[in-house]
């Protein structure tokens, strides 16, 4: 299996393992919910960038929406943590737990370790903005949720750190045994295809993608009536917006970290020149 681009955020898969081992992820609080309506707009890893969000917000509400989703990473390591956790309340998404989201509520960091000293600051930074409330909202969210024919989850089933990449393989995402359509994100890099069991939707960044195009991405799903029962048809959609914003923020309000953030936002680009070079 081709490495993957890892760097900072992010782990790869394992070479030869599949992505989905620990099992299948059980439903949310929300049970499995039919009654979401005619159009879900999915959208994941905003990282504290409210301004990135908004813009998304600003087009989901220009081709309509019945039901919001998040899947998790909402605030660290971007400018605004308080208000995007705000500002997803607020509009009463259905939300699942992203990694960054229980390393804050649990004062945890990643499995594999933090390569960068200032990440960890990063996440301390954004604690201390969150306070005890939001923190204990993050850590409440649910690891997984389903809803009409959809399996949501941040990384990929029963794995919050795994995600799924544009190359992991049909045979890795099959392994899960999974059947609908599969929502994830924590890659931020968008992507859909048909699988076996369905099809697989990385929605992207809301916060930042990191696949060459720095506008943030989500996905649109309309009911198909014309197939079978659970069938959605996806788009994933991408939104301009100024990107002055968040990197000013992120400096006048010292963000740790704020150097890495700021490329991510600005190139959707890796930092490190060897994995830049990388497909
Ligand atoms: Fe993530």
Redesign the pocket.
Known sequence: MTPAPSED??EPPAPGGGPFEGGASAPGPWGDLEGVGERICVLS?VHGNVYSLEAVLRDIRKVGCDTLVVA??IAAHGPAPVESVDLIRTLGAITVR???DRYLAEGSAPRAGTRDPEQSLSLDWSREQLGADRLRFLGELPPSVTLAGCLVV??SPGD??R?IWPYTTDADIDAHGWVGTLLC??THRPFQRRVAGGEVVNVGSAGWTLDGDPRPSYALLERDRAAAAGSWRVTLRRVDYDRSQPLAELERRQVPWRSAVSHYIETATWRTPAVRALP
């Open positions: 955020l992010v890893d998790g990473d992203g990694n960054t941040h990384g919050d750190e995600g994100g924590h």
